[in-house]
């Protein structure tokens, strides 16, 4: 730890309580490490740190000092060429550690796309709505306001409109591409009927309105609950789903997040070929049903 200190104080020009908070802090975290490889962990273990901590009675303004020592520690090991990534990037604000959202594992994930069946009023809606949430890691606004045209089935992507309006590509995979062309071809249609025209969305209610955000909260809710899942489990569990089996299974932290939206991708260079392959190359890579 002594070298990371003089790291602090000479690089980063810290004052000496506040590298003597530092000391502290990362004495703290090397506790709740242990016996554990500090170069093995992952961000799923690392995630449980700032939970940690919290139950040691720490206050916010603490256990965010505690998480920016831990930042600052492995970007100096980055430095020194011990790690590739600063996994402690990924602990993000203080919304995230206060909860952090439960993830599915894959086999869990599995059950919950297949739970939709034909006794369901509109199932391969359904279907292709969870295997959307899980495949894009979108959020249920964005997969609200999903358009028909957004969607390219035969090139594997669609384009997601995130906050802000801010657009992104993201990758479809296989089983993805089938429940979308499945519901287009057996039951959207049905829908449309009741119409005079053919709405734009993708994912339509039994109105053939926009699919409301709030009606595919109930939706995901209560194919969870059918199939024992935990009662927390929410669109917004897909999406942390669908990132952390990313990076578990090696996706780089950046290309992830690319995905996710967190980092935005101008405009007039979204619809590039060059990202697309990236994008599509790196999901049917790793993610689980790519």
Known sequence: MEPFLDYARSECHLAENTVRAYRRDLARFFKWLGKRD?????????????????????????????IVALRVFFR????????????????GTQKLWQRV????????VDRLLASPTREDPHWRRDRAMLELLYATGCRASELSGLKVADVHLDQGYCICHGKGDKQRIVPLGRRAVRAIQQYLERERGKL????????????LSSRAGAL???RIWELVKRYAAREGLSRAASPHTLRHSFATHLLSGGADMRQVQEMLGLASIATTQIYTHVDAARLRKVHQQFHPRG
């Open 192 to 203: 449309v009927e009741r119409r005079d025209e053919d709405p734009p969305w993708l994912l």
């Open 101 to 108: 959202p439960e993830v599915l594992s894959a086999g869990e």
């Open 76 to 91: 100096y090991l980055q430095l020194e060429g011990v790690v590739k990534e600063n996994l402690a990037e990924l602990l």
């Open 38 to 66: 500090l170069f093995k962990i992952g961000i799923r273990q690392l995630a449980d740190y700032p939970r940690w901590l919290q139950t040691e009675k720490l206050a916010p303004a603490s256990i965010a000092r505690h």
């Open 212 to 214: 409301r955000r709030e």
